[in-house]
C-alpha cells in the first residue's frame, strides 16, 4: 500500500508518521526547520501544505489534509 501525496507515492510501512501542520507546535516547527536545514525535507508546491509526512530518512510534506492522505 501507497500513501500518494500527489506528487510522490511513499510505501505506506515506511511511514513513520502524519501529521497536521495546522496543530503544529513550537518544537514541531524546529524538527521541520532542521529538516529543511539538512535537505531531508520534499516540498513539490509553493502553496502552504496542510500535512507533511516522516520516514526514516526523509520529510514530505503533502497538500491534503491528514484524513485525505489516511482515507487513500
Known amino acids: 500500500m501507497y500513501i500518494d501525496t500527489g506528487k ?3 510505501r505506506a ?3 513513520i508518521g ?3 501542520l495546522d496543530r ?3 518544537k514541531t516547527g524546529e524538527f521541520l526547520s532542521k529538516a529543511e536545514k539538512d ?3 520534499e516540498r513539490h508546491w509553493t502553496d502552504l501544505p496542510r500535512s507533511f509526512i516522516v520516514t526514516a530518512d526523509r520529510v514530505y510534506y503533502a497538500q491534503a489534509t491528514v484524513a485525505t492522505l489516511l482515507a487513500k
Open 24 to 26: 503544529a507546535t513550537r
Open 39 to 41: 535537505g531531508i525535507a
Open 8 to 10: 510522490k507515492n511513499i
Open 18 to 20: 502524519i501529521f497536521d
Open 13 to 15: 510501512k515506511d511511514v
